[in-house]
């Protein structure tokens, strides 16, 4: 079964750019059709999809991401990451990597909160 770990500074100042790590187990990244999201939610929120990079390493972005998002990939360490620029205290959320291939499993998130 594939398991995910978040892992990353918990407090970033504004302005700063936000950098978090999923460590892959029990599976590749690289496998065929599984995708590899980055997901939040913002305290009082739902949840938002902010991107995802496939087993191909294709990207896409949310529009409401996109200008200021990065994803990318380590196949040697099994692990993909986010960076997310010029963050703002609307940052703070609880962010979790999650892989889909139809069964989508979920990292248990890690709070980030973003200082003014």
């Known amino acids: 079964q594939v398991q995910l770990q978040e892992s990353g500074p918990g407090l970033v100042k504004s302005s700063q750019t936000l950098s978090l790590i999923c460590t892959v187990s029990g599976g590749s990244i690289t496998t065929n059709y599984y995708a590899w999201s980055w997901i939040r939610q913002p305290p009082g929120k739902g949840l938002e999809w902010m991107g995802v990079i496939t087993y191909d390493a294709s990207t896409y972005y949310s529009p409401s991401f996109k200008s200021r998002t990065a994803i990318s990939r380590d196949t040697h360490k099994n692990q993909f990451s986010l960076q997310l620029s010029s963050v703002t205290p609307e940052d703070t959320a609880v962010y979790y990597c999650?892989?889909?291939?139809?069964?989508?499993?979920w990292g248990q998130g890690t709070q980030v909160t973003v200082s003014s």
């Open positions: 999650n892989a889909d291939s139809g069964v989508r499993y």
